[in-house]
């Protein structure tokens, strides 16, 4: 049992599925939450970014899986 943006791309490829039907639904959400000398550090905003590329990257195959 895992959470579908984290298993994305094992599930695409197939190496896991979802066996029982549609995945559950719990609501549930990440954080990032940074103390204030970590939001500081030069390699802050390059962390961030990815984070971000990957959620839209992630959230752009799911529709079009949805789509198709």
Do not use: I
């Amino acid at each position: 049992m895992t959470d579908k943006v984290l298993a994305h791309d094992a599930l695409a490829r197939g190496d896991l599925v979802v066996p029982f039907g549609e995945a559950l639904r719990t609501g549930g959400v990440y954080a990032l939450w940074l103390r204030d000398s970590g939001a500081k550090h030069p390699a802050c905003q390059a962390v961030l970014n990815w984070f971000e590329e990957q959620l839209e990257q992630t959230t752009g195959q799911a529709q079009g899986d949805r789509a198709g």
